[in-house]
């Protein structure tokens, strides 16, 4: 063992599991969120924890959404851009397959919040 050892174990530890606080969305409402979802058809592209039928798989599945650092693999998860992201994501993303919702900013904020749900950590 060299003597860089203990100091590659700790490195490697801090790269495992972070205890990050949960998201959350002043004055959103989860519940409201996933009736949002479901009304809208969110599943009918992505496999949605909540949402048993449809399931789709043109997305990719929102599970563990909530513990994800990047929406789309390419922005940071953060709030105002998920938000941004659901109501608009080829203004974000041009060439995403997703395209513009017709819900509300609160509405997108309901499911932003319903989504910062989904953390399997």
């Known amino acids: 063992m060299t003597r860089w050892a203990p100091l590659a174990v700790v490195l490697l530890a801090a790269c495992g599991e972070k205890t990050l606080p949960p998201r959350t969305i002043a004055g959103a409402d989860p519940a409201r969120g996933l009736a949002v979802i479901e009304r809208v058809g969110c599943a009918a592209c992505h496999a949605i924890p909540g949402v048993d039928w449809p399931r789709g798989r043109a997305g990719p599945s929102l599970d563990g959404f909530g513990a994800s650092p990047l929406i789309a693999g390419r922005l940071p998860?953060?709030?105002?851009?998920?938000?941004?992201?659901?109501?608009?994501?080829?203004?974000?993303a041009p060439g995403t397959a997703m395209p513009p919702s017709a819900i509300s900013e609160a509405e997108a904020r309901d499911v932003a919040a319903y989504l910062y749900t989904l953390d399997d950590r």
């Open 77 to 92: 998860n953060r709030p105002d851009l998920l938000t941004a992201w659901l109501l608009d994501p080829p203004s974000l």
